[in-house]
């Protein structure tokens, strides 16, 4: 079996990689970063996402599996301590595969050149480069709402507990192949109005947004921020691809909720 790691790069995080690059090396796995089955994040979420966007060409191939060596990680299931019973599980044991939905984003643009498509594993989140956003909402090509305010985020189910959740979006069990949206400060008054509630919807349809007051926008993927200019539409709908996950041991998506933000430790 072929494996990578990546490290967030802080020194607990590099001597962890280190080790267990020469404890799975010990078991003849191979290490080769260009091709891996098996990746191993070491460092919190922000670092299981960077790995999720360098593999991202490779989904179908590449299973990922997280080490949290700081606070407790939404995809980390490993910490520290059991570094040495991850490596045995990863070189003798015959993994799970869990998979998780993902968010697909098409980025039009109003001269007609080449459209752009990302892959997100939590959300996508759309702002104006200046000033309130304004866009039509359509839902399956019908005009749902005209929006007004600072901007708009797009998420996963999974992704429903990351910025979704601070938006006061629902959080969604990953079995839900769905995406939401949720707004950021919409304006509503006499003049203006939106729907004011997060929307989920389902696999089979498509969410638009079409700008009103302005074509140049600041789209993030995750942790990637990427400004668009001239843009006529920008796409989202579950995407065809999917995530993977490798599990040693059972880790329910209700508990790892529960654990992120409820557990006292007790």
């Avoid at 020194?11 to 191979?30: C, G, H, I, W």
């Amino acid at each position: 079996m072929k494996f990578a790691i990546t490290s967030k790069g802080n020194p607990a995080s590099n001597a962890l990689t280190q080790k267990v690059r020469t404890y799975l090396q010990d078991f003849e796995m191979v290490y080769d970063e260009g091709n891996p089955d098996i990746v191993i994040s070491i460092g919190g979420d922000g670092t299981l996402l960077y790995a999720f966007h360098r593999y991202s060409s490779r989904l179908d191939k590449t299973a990922f599996v997280g080490v949290h060596t700081g606070h407790l990680g939404f995809y980390a299931d490993w910490v520290p301590s059991e570094i040495e019973k991850l490596v045995i599980a990863i070189a003798k044991t015959p993994y799970q595969i869990v998979e998780y939905p993902l968010l697909e984003v098409v980025i039009r643009y109003r001269s007609g050149g080449k459209e752009m498509r990302y892959l997100a594993l939590n959300e996508s989140t759309v702002k104006g480069l200046v000033g309130t956003l304004v866009m039509d909402v359509e839902i399956r090509g019908d005009h749902f709402e005209r929006f007004r305010g600072d901007g708009l985020c797009v998420s996963t189910p999974s992704g429903s507990t990351a910025y979704n959740k601070a938006l006061g979006g629902a959080i969604i069990h990953p079995s839900l192949h769905s995406i939401q949206l949720a707004e950021m400060a919409s304006i509503n008054n006499r003049v203006f109005r939106t729907v004011g509630s997060p929307l989920i919807l389902p696999e089979h349809h498509t969410l638009e947004l079409k700008p009103v007051n302005s074509n140049d926008f600041h789209v993030t993927m995750d942790h990637l921020t990427i400004m668009h200019r001239d843009v006529k539409s920008i796409q989202f709908k579950v995407a065809k691809e999917k995530v993977r996950f490798a599990r040693f041991r059972p880790f329910p998506f209700w508990k790892r909720v529960h654990d992120s933000f409820i557990s006292d430790g007790r």
